[in-house]
């Protein structure tokens, strides 16, 4: 959905979230994505209090082609307020994962140096690394490496385990699972009140 100057409020903050989630997929601030699309660095500070009610076209075409979107795609607030409202019935709130990816910047620093430790990713996993921390705080470089292969190993073992399940194997996965996910549980003497 293309909105026009006479948007309101509530679009133009659609509009502000929309562009924060695709600059957290890309990495990227809204000051980087500003000098890629060759716009004002101040523009999105006048949007946010409304100096700018709605973007001209080409500054929306100049944003979707710096974030690798159609204009459509960025513009589509109808499918932002569906996100927040998952959110919202999910009882996550959408600020969480904006505010761990403000507060742990270092991993935006390291997907820069090191991107093919991130391939593939599904906003899901970004928002685990983005999620955790590190010893007194937020993530060190080493840190970030450490948790970034922590979820590479997770993701290629549930690979395999979709592939097993798939074939003649599955009864033996199920089996395996099963009795390693017993071993795991809290015996119910040990919580026993009457000891």
Request: net charge neutral; glycine share 4%; proline share 3%.
């Amino acid at each position: 959905m293309v909105l026009d100057k006479n948007s309101n409020h509530r679009d133009r903050q659609l509009l502000l979230l929309r562009i924060d989630r695709y600059c957290h997929r890309k990495c990227i601030s809204q000051q980087d994505l500003a000098k890629k699309a060759g716009i004002s660095r101040t523009f999105f500070s006048n949007l946010q209090r409304g100096k700018v009610r709605w973007p001209q076209t080409n500054t929306l075409v100049k944003l979707a082609d710096a974030l690798d979107i159609s204009t459509e795609e960025l513009c589509d607030c109808d499918n932002e307020r569906q996100l927040q409202l998952q959110a919202e019935s999910d009882q996550v709130a959408p600020e969480t994962s904006v505010l761990d990816r403000r507060t742990n910047p270092v991993v935006t620093e390291v997907y820069r140096e090191h991107p093919s430790l991130f391939q593939g990713w599904r906003e899901s996993e970004w928002d685990e690394i983005y999620s955790t921390f590190g010893v007194g705080g937020a993530l060190t470089e080493a840190g970030v490496k450490q948790a970034a292969d922590q979820i590479n190993q997770k993701r290629e073992l549930v690979r395999q385990v979709q592939v097993l399940y798939e074939t003649h194997k599955r009864d033996q996965l199920v089996e395996m699972i099963h009795q390693l996910y017993q071993g795991v549980q809290p015996q119910a003497h040990l919580y026993n009140s009457n000891r």
